[in-house]
C-alpha cells in the first residue's frame, strides 16, 4: 500500500514504477470533472479508469475486498472518505470469492485495520497483497467523486 497526494507526484514519481506513473499521469493531465462516470481505457485491459459518483456509507456497510489480477489506484477528485486498509492475511474469513469473475474477493471480518483518509487529491495504491475497504464516510457521511485506476499486475 502506498498513500500519497496528486501535489506531490514531481517528487514521488521517480520512486514509483512505470504503470503507477502512467496512471498518475492520467490523473494529473485529464479534467477529471468534464467525464461521465464509467469506464476510460488507457491502455486497453493492461490500464483503464473508473469514474465513481456516490455517497459515502457507514463502514460497517462496506465489505473489505482485495484483487488478484489489478493493482488498484483509488483517487479522491473530490469529497472525503475512508478506505480501510490491511495486509492480506490468509486467515480471514472470504464472505465472497469473485477473483475469476470480476477480480475480486470480499471478507466477512478483518482485523487490525488501519483507516486512511483521503480528501480531495489523495490517492492510494492497493497491491494484490493488500486488503481495503473503500467508500468509508469519514466524519460524516458524503459525496464522492473518485477514480479507481485498475493496473494489470
Given amino acids: 500500500m ?5 501535489a506531490t507526484l514531481d517528487r514521488d514519481a521517480a520512486t514509483l ?8 499521469k492520467f490523473l494529473a493531465e485529464t479534467d477529471i470533472a468534464a467525464l461521465p462516470a464509467g469506464r476510460v481505457d488507457i491502455e486497453g485491459d493492461t490500464i483503464f479508469a473508473l469514474i465513481q459518483d456516490y455517497d459515502t ?6 465489505r473489505p475486498e482485495s484483487h488478484a489480477r489489478y493493482i488498484d489506484i483509488q483517487f479522491v477528485f473530490s469529497g472525503r472518505e475512508i478506505i480501510g486498509y490491511a ?7 472470504v464472505e465472497e470469492d469473485l477473483f475469476e469473475s ?18 480531495a487529491g489523495a490517492y ?14 469519514a466524519e460524516a457521511q458524503g459525496k464522492v467523486r473518485k477514480v479507481v485506476i485498475k493496473l494489470l499486475a
Avoid at 456509507?57 to 462496506?62: C, L, N, S, T
Avoid at 492510494?124 to 486488503?131: E, L, S
Fill in 2 to 6: 502506498y498513500l500519497s497526494n496528486l
Fill in 17 to 24: 514504477p512505470a504503470n503507477i506513473q502512467k496512471g498518475l
Fill in 57 to 62: 456509507a457507514p463502514k460497517a456497510e462496506k
Fill in 87 to 93: 495486509p492480506l492475511a490468509a486467515d480471514y474469513t
Fill in 102 to 119: 470480476k477480480d475480486v474477493k470480499f471478507y466477512s471480518k478483518v482485523t487490525d485495520e488501519t483507516d486512511l483518509l483521503l480528501g
Fill in 124 to 137: 492510494a495504491v492497493f497491491y494484490p497483497t493488500d486488503i481495503h475497504r473503500p467508500g468509508c464516510a
